[in-house]
């Protein structure tokens, strides 16, 4: 079983977790739509990346009473 050899105090503990804290999400804003995305991410909003269409967006999806 591990057990210290000399009491780590409260301030060295914290010390050494001052990095382990989580960074604040960077949104910008889409060239095409306007809606705020991930850097470097496709729009999840209208389906641009770059002034590209990489996913085509369908506005309204119309399922069958039979089909369901």
Known sequence: MA?????????????RRAHDSLSAANPNE????????????V???CGH???R?????ADEV???EDAA
């Not at 057990?3 to 010390?15: E, P, T, Y």
């Open 30 to 41: 889409c060239p095409n739509c306007g809606e705020l995305k991930r850097p470097h991410h």
């Open 3 to 15: 057990v210290q050899q000399n009491k780590v105090s409260k301030s060295r503990r914290n010390n």
């Open 43 to 45: 729009c999840p909003a």
């Open 62 to 64: 119309d399922l069958d």
């Open 53 to 57: 269409e990489i996913v085509a967006m």
């Open 49 to 51: 990346y770059a002034d």
